[in-house]
């Protein structure tokens, strides 16, 4: 075994357990950073980059790394182990368990399904309003459950519009095979007609003339000629040879004209017409009957017809050979064959060249229009499958609860202000306001660029081109409609859930609306927060009845005795579907962040960041805004904004910046990952069902990634600015009024 063998051996065997060889090594490669610097900010640093390694290659579980801050914090001596498991459940994590709790609730009953149909039905079935059905539920569902649901849910209904699609075109297509299929056999017999006329032509030419005779008269020449109803002229010319016999030539030509007909003005025109065309056609076919049983019938006897008394008399003549062309392309031989005694005789053979070019030609056109539908169906397929996984992203930056992103970047700002004794900025109706407008207008740009990518300018001048997308708008309504049906009448325990998140929702906008005192002001400052109401809304949910309960006046007169019904929430169901995992994330993120602030590692790194000061505050942004979009393309966005927001905290207080400015277009930021399959699990489902290549996702992802990054970078400049006031420091204004109150105050004395 050569040298070379044996290393390409090891190096495929390295290859096969590659991530239980970083697991190993990385640990061990970044360990002299806290032997060479003993300090708290290099232990947590050696943390950090630990996470961040196994973050990105994915080594273990991404919630199993969010657990090794209560491993290694208390072991470095960064934090006490009791502190660094206070951070993993938060009022942040409580108001996201709700949420989830909620969301559940809403699955169970098949609620978001229900509204994502209807809205596709109500929106109609063209390629457009497809568009439109399929982008505007997927957007409005993410913002109230899971992103992964959402999509789980949208793109079976996707895939089952795509198959009506397909068995639209099918029959189309099949349909017009059956029309050209009748039109070539009409054709195939009337070249067959023209073929037998042509051989009676072709054996009353030879020449030496035979002395038959079948018809009396003298010698002048006489003609008739019939007409037939499908307008075939024949004419039969006897001629008087030169010993007074007569023979007969027989001419036949086919001259069969179709006047262009014009258009009908009227449907009863129009149905005249066909009407008219259909006895036409019947008449053709009867008329080509008799002629073809005339000719087939004359070749049973000797009689029956003048070409086999050619041949029987032409049977001791010397051999020769002539081959004539006819101009309809059809190739007739004549075979003159001499014998043993000297006798003439012909042989008729015949070859059909241009049907089967008409054959292969029909075949060809049909492969070609079957390849580009198939090609135009893929492609709207793709179309579809993005939308979906795009509008779920999107849809989860319109409100607080809708990605855990948002509750990472409301909890590190929250606590910032808190630790200076100010009210947290971000609250469940703060970010509404903020980020319903910008979800809005993200929607509208993904809208756009989907249709401007797999539709071109047509969809924004439908009214005069034609769109030549395949459609089956029957097809697909009436599969949508049976899908809903499926879901029978609504139920109670849909009502009831449309009845509990409308409530929920209302109580997290009304406790602390900012323009009006809220709710929470009835009680001590700061008890009530945005975890109370969800988790009363999720106890609710296990005792309230899925079913009207079937007990005293709600009873019917066939129930003898009261029944019990389930509730809408059990707890079977809770414990096996609650996506535990984020919640951890959510926890690791918390600690990761507490132990650089802990630790001063976020106030060194914002001091070796002080240079970027002479940098404009929006550029910093919008660096920050594009470096977190795409660095969550390869790695989750969560463990994105874990690491990069105790960063951004340090970098704000050093340049003097309110901290939310960087923070806030950061997470909006992270949940615009539109290129890879990786970088969510919507763009992961979607990609499972085979539409869609990597560089499809890519290629039309990285232009929603600038637009929205753009979009996020003019919010948090424009309306985003007024709301939080983030041209000033909070505390550092409070302090410099404080300083003036007392300078003011010690002047007087």
């Known amino acids: 075994m050569s040298v070379r063998t044996v290393l390409f051996t090891i190096i495929r065997d390295l290859c096969v357990y590659w991530k239980t060889i970083v697991f190993i090594l990385s640990p061990i490669l970044i360990l002299p950073l806290p032997l060479l610097l003993p300090s708290p900010e290099a232990n947590c640093g050696y943390v950090l980059i630990l996470m961040a390694l196994y973050w990105i290659a994915e080594v273990l579980p991404l919630p199993v790394t969010a657990l090794m801050p209560l491993v290694l914090f208390p072991l470095l001596g960064v934090m006490p182990g009791k502190d660094v498991a206070s951070t993993y459940i938060t009022d942040t994590s409580i108001v996201f368990i709700g949420g989830l709790i909620m969301a559940l609730a809403i699955e169970k009953c098949n609620l978001h399904k229900r509204i994502g149909l209807r809205i596709l039905i109500l ?43 397909r068995e639209g075109v099918r029959l189309k297509r099949t349909k017009n095979h059956t029309e050209k299929s009748a039109i070539a056999t009409v054709e195939e017999e009337n070249k067959k007609y023209k073929m037998a006329v042509g051989s009676c032509n072709h054996a009353y030419a030879v020449d030496d003339p035979l002395e038959i005779t079948y018809f009396g008269g003298d010698g002048e020449s006489s003609s008739t000629r019939n007409s037939f109803t499908d307008s075939t002229a024949v004419s039969a010319e006897i001629v008087k040879d030169s010993r007074g016999g007569k023979y007969g030539t027989a001419e036949f030509s086919t001259e069969e004209s179709e006047k262009d007909e014009e258009k009908a003005k009227t449907d009863d025109e129009v149905d005249e017409k066909k009407d008219n065309e259909k006895i036409k056609k019947f008449g053709r076919m009867l008329s080509l009957a008799v002629a073809y049983s005339s000719n087939v019938g004359g070749t049973a006897t000797l009689t029956g017809t003048a070409t086999n008394l050619l041949v029987a008399n032409a049977a001791n003549k010397e051999s020769s050979s002539t081959r004539n062309s006819f101009t309809d392309s059809t190739a007739v031989s004549a075979e003159i064959v001499k014998d043993s005694r000297g006798g003439k005789y012909g042989t008729a053979e015949f070859s059909t060249e241009e049907s089967e070019k008409d054959e292969e030609k029909a075949k060809t056109d049909d492969e070609v229009d079957e390849k580009k539908d198939n090609e135009k169906i893929k492609k709207f397929g793709r179309m579809l499958s993005l939308a979906v996984a795009y509008s779920s992203n999107v849809g989860g930056t319109a409100t607080l609860t809708g990605t855990a992103t948002n509750l990472l970047v409301a909890n590190a700002a929250n606590k910032i202000w808190e ?37 071109g ?79 009363l809304i999720s106890i609710i949910l296990f005792a309230w009845p899925s079913q009207i309960p079937k007990w005293m006046c709600f009873r019917s007169k066939d129930d003898k005795r009261a029944t019990r019904v389930p509730a809408m929430l059990d707890w079977q169901t809770v414990s096996t579907k609650l996506p535990w995992g984020p919640l951890l994330l959510l926890g690791g993120g918390f600690a990761l962040a507490e132990g650089c602030e802990v630790s001063g590692l976020s106030q060194l790194i914002g001091e070796q960041l002080a240079a970027l000061g002479v940098i404009p505050p929006w550029a910093i942004a919008l660096v ?21 927001l105790p960063i951004l905290e340090a970098m704000a207080d050093d340049l ?18 539109f290129m890879l399959p990786i970088a969510t699990p919507p763009n992961a489902i979607v990609f499972s069902y085979g539409y869609l290549k990597i560089i499809n996702m890519a290629s039309v992802g990285f232009g929603i990634n600038l637009l929205c990054v753009l979009v996020v970078t003019l919010g948090i400049n424009t309306w985003g600015m007024a709301m939080f006031n983030l041209d000033e420091i909070p505390w550092a204004a409070i302090s410099n009024s404080t300083a003036s109150t007392y300078y003011l105050a010690t002047t007087i004395t």
């Not at 539920?137 to 793109?155: E, H, R, V, Y």
């Open 123 to 165: 929106l109609g079935s063209g390629p457009t309003r497809l568009l439109i059905g399929f982008m505007l539920p997927t957007w409005f569902l993410s913002m109230w459950i899971s992103n992964t649901a959402t999509t789980a849910m949208m793109i079976p209904v996707a895939e089952s519009v795509i198959n009506q699609l």
């Open 457 to 535: 300018w047509r969809p924004f001048c439908f009214c005069c081109v034609k769109d030549e997308t395949p459609h089956n708008d029957e097809g697909i309504k009436h599969a949508l409609i049976e899908e809903y049906d499926k879901l029978g009448s609504i139920t109670f325990g849909e009502v009831s859930a449309i009845v509990f998140l409308v409530l929920l929702v209302a109580l997290w906008f009304s406790r602390d609306p900012g323009f009006a005192p809220g709710y929470a002001s009835l009680f001590k400052e700061g008890y009530v927060t945005d975890g109370v109401p969800a988790i």
């Open 624 to 644: 920050i805004t594009i470096m977190v979009s795409f660095i969550t393309e390869i790695t989750s966005n969560t463990a994105v904004i874990s690491l990069m």
């Open 656 to 673: 003097g910046i309110n901290p939310l400015y960087l923070m806030l277009p950061a997470g909006m930021a992270a949940s615009y990952a």
């Open 419 to 455: 630790d200076h004794d100010l009210d947290p900025p971000l609250t469940y109706t703060t970010w509404l306001f903020f980020g319903l407008p910008h979800s809005v207008i993200c929607l509208v740009f993904v809208w756009a660029w989907l249709q401007l990518i797999f539709m």
